[in-house]
């Protein structure tokens, strides 16, 4: 409950995602580590791209592992302009990550992005 995100007007919570009424379709978590998620007591899964996926979001592409922001910042710009030309996530993930030396290997696709 209490993972955020820290955008330039305060903290995005999963609290204020779980009062969204329609979630977004896809989600790109550029962030390092923000598609981990961990096991509490009782089994529940929790993190960023868990609660994303839980309210109804398709498709996450999260980066699983450190991620330093000068080498983030081309890889997601080579896949967002792949996303805003039609290409479905994990293919746009696939053809970023063929470029990339070794930064791109620490993104994943999470879900189902067919007809996104």
């Known amino acids: 409950m209490f993972s955020a995100l820290q955008l330039a007007d305060g903290p ?27 096991v509490r007591a009782g089994d529940e899964l929790l993190g960023l791209s868990t609660t994303f996926l839980s309210l109804g979001t ?12 000068a080498h983030a910042r081309p890889l997601m710009t080579a896949l967002h302009q792949r996303l805003a030309a039609g290409l479905p996530a994990a293919t746009a993930l696939a053809l970023t990550q063929e470029g990339d ?4 290997a620490g993104f994943v696709c999470i879900g189902a992005d067919a007809g996104l």
């Open 101 to 104: 030396d070794v930064t791109g």
């Open 12 to 38: 995005l919570t999963v609290y204020d995602l779980e009062r969204l009424r329609v979630p977004p379709r896809l989600v790109v978590l550029a962030a390092c580590e923000s598609g981990r998620s961990v």
């Open 58 to 69: 398709r498709c996450v592409v999260a980066s699983m592992v450190p991620v330093p922001d």
